[in-house]
Each structure stands twice: as structure tokens, then as C-alpha cells.
């Protein structure tokens, strides 16, 4: 064979495990790269949402302005509902004080923003502009005023990685509010989510609502997960399970609370 | 000077990606710009094997910031697909959208495959039949806008080095 091209062979093989062990140290470096590349754009990122947002309100602006006649009406009969229901806590905070209950501590929440989403199809995930310097640990549950949203799985000074409820590795349990039957909610990566583990028997109905159960001690008991849409049997047939739709909608949320303890 | 000009439309893509094209799903699915961006560098650094590479593996390296993977599967994956595409525009003639969208397609398909078996192996498991709607969806959305991307970014091509 020509020493030349025995040579010439030899050194391309040379570069390409030289190339191949490059990459692969890249790739176990990522995780520690993350961290400075999402500091690095968190500017722009915050500022495309800004942008989106303002834009979106010039355009949808007709539809807004109904939405807000609409709400304007709703939160006329809430304040009346949420008078009736401040009676009923009063009420229930004498009771508590007469009978020497422990009372629960309220939980602090920290609001933040979402400035960007996962990119992947694979995990749904988003990053929000608060992190460890603002009190958020890894952990800490998140939600929005309508309820559960997900939980804190990454933080760095300045930003944080939410994991929604509808991320298949996320699981909490749960409980449904009428029966109390208890069950497993995870995510399918759509829009809706899974309750799980549900016996045969179990009493569980269409539009029934599903709260956290407390069994989870990273989620307080009562946080509103959604409404049950649908209701079906495994196909083993030994156990059945509900479809639910989350009460927040995950695909369009624009602020978080996290809630610390 | 077209490379620098490719390093930062990956970039915008990237912020795209994570940002707005939340807004344009299709059944809970958006189409992967990081992958448009590593095919469209295989068809124009064609020549260039070594910018190729390094703009695939460079967005293999942002998509696995904002992904939750343990490692970088893409950092890994796209410099492969890349030197798949450059190998086989060499044999074979690639001057037309519907090849481009086939192509595209194909490397979705094989990307999500590869993806799903590596996380299957790190104990991350994601239900078959969500698997292949994302898949399908996923495949099909990517390929449909490649066209339209790849047309937007012709200004680019025709920029001279």
C-alpha cells in the first residue's frame, strides 16, 4: 500500500477520535453549561416576551376588551362569594382557637415571570425569571391563583426550570374533592393530565374536581390540580382511571407564584 | 462572514423556540428549529465539513440547555445527522423543497427514535402511544415549514464568504 495514503488515513482517523472524544466531553459538560448560557439570555429572552406580550394585546385587543367586560361582571359575584366565605373562615378560626388546634401556617409566595419554555417537545418545562437569590429552591411547589402549576427542579441565582403537571416524570398525589378517593395525577405531555391508580369501585364522576391530597410533603393539601373530563378502565381491566383537565392552562402561562416555606 | 451571520440566526432560533413558538402548536406539538438549523447548515456548508460540524454541534449544545436531558443526546446527535445529510448530498442531487421536506422528515423521525431509546435506557419512560403522536406530529409540522424557513433564510445563501 502507498505509505502516503497510509499516512493520510491514519491521521484522519487520528482527528476523528480526537472530534468524537470532544464531543463527548461536551455533551457531559452540558449540565454545568446550562447555568451561564440561561444567566446569558435571560435579557433577550425577557425582552422577546415583553415584546410578544405587548404585541399580543394590539392585536387580540377587541377579544381583550369583551374579556374584561365579562370578568368586570365575574368578579362582582366573587367579591360577594368571597365576602360569604371570609364569614365562614372567620368562623372557622374561632373554632379552631376554641378547640386548640394547631393552626397551619400560611405559606410566602414569591411571583415571577415565565421567560421561556422548553425546547423540546419531550418535557414540559418552563424558566422563569426568579432563582436562588430570590428564596427559590429546588423543590418549591408553583401555582397560579386558578392552581397547581408544577415544581422548582432547577435553580441558579437568576432563574429557575419549573416542571409542569403535565410533564410525564411529574406525579403528585391526589385526591378527588366530593368522595375523597384518593389517586395518582401525572402528565401526558398534552392537555390533559392522568389520575391514576383509581380502584374499580371507586366513586369518582365527570366534573368531579381533583385537589392535592397532602400525602405528597412538597404539596400543601388542597391546591386545585382540575376537573375530571373523562373516565376510563386500564387495560388490564383491574384498575380504572380519570382524564383530567388542569384548571390552569399550561400552554399560555404568563406569571407563576412560588410558594417557599 | 455567512458563519457568524448562521451562528446568530441559530441563536435567534433558539430564543424563538423557548419563547413564541409556544403560541404556534399543533396538538401540543411545535416543530424543532434546532433541527431545520442543522439541516440547512449540512446543505449549505456542504464543502465546509468543519463549520458544519461545529454549527451542529453548537446547536445541539443550546437545545440541550433548554431541554432536561441528564447529557447532551443532542450535542451528540446533530453533528451525526449532520455528517449523514453532507455525506448523502454528495451521492445524491438535493435541489428541491419536497426533498428537503422528506428529508427533514425522515431526520425527525430518526432523531425522536434515537432520543426515545436513550432516555429508555436512562430509566426515562415516555407511554408509546404519547411517543408516537409527538413523533408523527412533530415530523410532519417540521418538514411542512422548512420550505418556508429554508426560503427566509435565502438571502443568507447568497451571501458571499
Redesign the interface.
Known sequence: MNPRLNSFKKKNLIYLVI?VLL??L??????A??QP??NT?KY??SL??LI?REVGGVIFYHRNFIQVERLKKEIGLLKQKLNAENEIYLENRRLKELLHLKQESSFKVIAARV?????????S?I?IDKGSYNGIKRGSVAITYLGLVGRV?ETTASTSRL?LIND??FAVSSIVQRSRQEGLVSG????SLIMKYLPQDCDIKVLDVVITSGLTDAYPKGLLIGTVIDIGEEFSGLRRYAIIKPAVNL??IEEVLIIVP | MRKWIFLLVIVIFSIFEITILDYFKVFGVKPDLFLICVVMVSIIFVFELRWALFLSIFAGVLKDTFSLNVFGINTLLFPLWSLLIIKLSKNILIENNFIYAALVFIIVIFHDIVTRLINLTLGNFIPLIIFLRITLIESLYTALIFPLVFKLNQPMLNYKK
Open positions: 472530534f464531543v463527548l461536551l455533551s457531559s459538560l452540558i449540565p453549561l446550562r448560557i440561561l439570555l433577550p429572552l422577546l416576551t410578544r421567560i421561556g419554555r422548553s425546547a423540546d417537545n419531550w418535557s418545562v424558566i427542579i416542571m410525564t416524570n401526558a405531555l398534552g392537555n400552554s399560555n
